[in-house]
């Protein structure tokens, strides 16, 4: 227990001497970010500083690793690192982790997800950068990494080999191969232009537009150049394409496509143009946004990026690839005048070839009417057989009306008054016959049915509840007028209504048969008294009559 103490205590006491030695040589200001010379090594302490060393306050770990922040921070505060990057991981959060490393040794580096956002070159294993940024501790693992803020491929092999490495991903996927070219249109009504407002190029397309065949030209302005570029690039394209479509005639005149039509019309084709410049000032028509964007594109696009030996991978997703943003205003409409003059030339051919169909028309009627006889001896008998015919249609006519006259007069002579007397006279005789068959009919019909009606009504009156009662029975309703078919619907007391035959019948009231015999009994016993009784209380009490009584009959 004694020797773990003193070696707890010499344990504390080195710590603190350490701490205190780290202290000392910590800087005050920041110094250049120039390589200082290794400090000298530390002379192994006496045994007389033994003893001071335990008087000195002893750093925290948490003291000791911000000290070390602070000086590795105000030493290296902005630094700018070459270096090949080695393993990357990309965190859900959006943070990139890296390391750059050359032949001696290896710096581990973060990307924020904000800065991640905007690099314009994405970090790739393999790729040989240079990273801007500053140097910072990471307590918890007792290390040191760069903050990355901006980083470029250094120099122009590493852009080729990321150019040449993502144009062989692209073309894997697809977005390069010819089946996907869309054909231009011969005259597009509207022309969409991506390109910078300010800039030369757009000057000398609506120039070259206007000298070939004017259109109707839409801008939409974005950087060319920069690390914005491809997303505005990318955005011009999806904007252009989520124009509504143009409507047939049809739909036009509905109200409806009226009301929703946009007042901007959609391109029929799109160029997307830019002036000549080095690797790095086209590398925004290199990314995966622009040519990914372009190939789903519905719009025909013209890519017309730099000179003619310029090539970017926006080229090979495009539909047609222009040398010179003037190139490819002349592949986007043709020239007006030769159209007119193409037009021009098929006209007269067309005008001659008609000429010559009708000469040789006419040529050819004129042999074939050669061969035909005259005119008057074709017509010399069809005339002489229409004058016959006309002497002989009067004579028709004339005998017609003789004819339908005659007829009219027999039918005359028949209409007489004694005749239509006649008639109305035998048409009342039948009418008096008719009238006395329908009254004997309906003698008939009337006996029939009112035999047929007394024997229904005799049946009526067997099934009727009238007859029953004529025989001897009664009807008993309760004091409700429902009619009462068993003894347990009539309690004792309650009043019931008995009928007879005849529609006669009284109101009587319900009595238990047992008490009205006993009843009865009491009766006939007083009426056995001595008639001395009878007669004291004859005397005494007047003569009273018997009350009448309901109910007896049961």
Not at 396 to 418: D, K, Y
Request: hydrophobic share 40%; proline share 6%.
């Amino acid at each position: 227990m004694a020797k773990q103490t003193a070696k707890s205590k010499s344990a504390k006491s080195t710590g603190t001497s350490s701490a205190q030695t780290a202290r000392a040589e910590l800087p005050l200001s920041p110094a250049p970010s120039v390589p200082s010379t290794p400090p000298a090594p530390a002379t192994p302490p006496t045994p007389n500083d033994n003893q001071n060393k335990d008087n000195v306050v002893a750093f925290s770990v948490s003291e000791l690793a911000q000290s070390i922040k602070q000086a590795v921070e105000g030493r290296f505060g902005h630094v700018r690192v070459r270096g090949e990057i080695g393993r990357v991981t990309k965190a859900s959060s959006g943070h990139i982790y890296l390391g750059l490393k050359d032949d001696k040794a290896v710096l581990e580096a973060v990307i924020w997800r904000g800065m991640a956002q905007q690099l314009a070159v994405p970090p790739q294993e393999g790729l040989e950068v240079i990273c801007t940024g500053r140097v910072t501790t990471y307590a918890p693992q007792s290390r040191y990494q760069l903050v990355i803020e901006h980083i470029e491929p250094a120099g122009i092999g590493a852009l080729m080999a990321l150019l040449e490495a993502r144009k062989q991903q692209l073309e894997a996927e697809g977005l390069f191969a010819a089946e996907r070219k869309k054909p231009l249109p011969f005259l597009p009504e509207t022309i969409g232009v991506i390109t910078s407002p300010s800039g030369a190029v757009i000057r000398d397309i609506l120039h070259r537009l206007a000298d070939r065949f004017p259109r109707h030209v839409l801008v939409w302005p974005v950087r060319v150049q920069g690390k914005n570029c491809a997303e505005e690039v990318a955005r011009a394209i999806a904007g252009f394409n989520a124009l509504p479509a143009k409507t047939t005639e049809a739909a036009k005149t509905t109200e409806a496509a009226k009301t929703t039509a946009s007042k901007i019309p959609r391109p029929d084709i799109l160029i997307i143009a830019r002036g000549g410049g080095s690797l790095e000032d086209l590398w925004g028509f290199n990314e995966e946004i622009v040519v990914r964007t372009a190939a789903q594109s519905d719009i025909p696009i013209i890519s017309a990026i730099g000179h003619e030996t310029d090539t970017v991978l926006l080229d090979f997703a495009a539909d047609r690839r222009a040398p010179t943003p003037t190139a490819a205003a002349e592949m986007a409409v043709p020239v007006r005048a030769d159209l007119q003059a193409k037009i021009m030339e098929l006209q007269n051919r067309q005008y001659h070839g008609q000429m010559r169909l009708l000469a040789s028309l006419r040529d050819g009627l004129t042999g074939l009417s050669r061969g035909l006889p005259r005119l008057d001896n074709i017509l010399a008998l069809p005339n002489q057989r229409l004058d016959h015919a006309t002497i002989g249609l009067q004579r028709g006519l004339a005998q017609n009306l003789q004819s339908h006259a005659t007829h009219m007069a027999h039918v005359c002579e028949g209409f007489s008054v004694r005749s239509i007397y006649r008639a109305i006279k035998q048409k009342s005789a039948r009418m008096g016959e008719l009238q006395k068959r329908a009254g004997r009919s309906l003698h008939v019909f009337a006996d029939a049915k009112r035999v047929a009606l007394h024997a229904v009504g005799r049946q009526l009156d067997l099934l009727s509840h009238e007859s029953v009662l004529a025989r001897g029975f009664a009807l008993v309703k309760n004091a409700h007028g429902q009619l009462v078919r068993y003894a347990n619907q009539a309690p004792v007391n309650s009043l019931v209504q008995v009928q007879f035959a005849n529609q006669q019948g009284f109101v009587a009231r319900v009595e238990n048969a047992a008490q009205m015999a006993k009843t009865d009994s009491i009766k006939q016993a007083q009426k056995r008294k001595p008639t001395t009784q009878k007669s004291a209380k004859h005397e005494e009490k007047p003569e009273e009559k018997p009350k009448e009584r309901q109910g007896d009959l049961f």
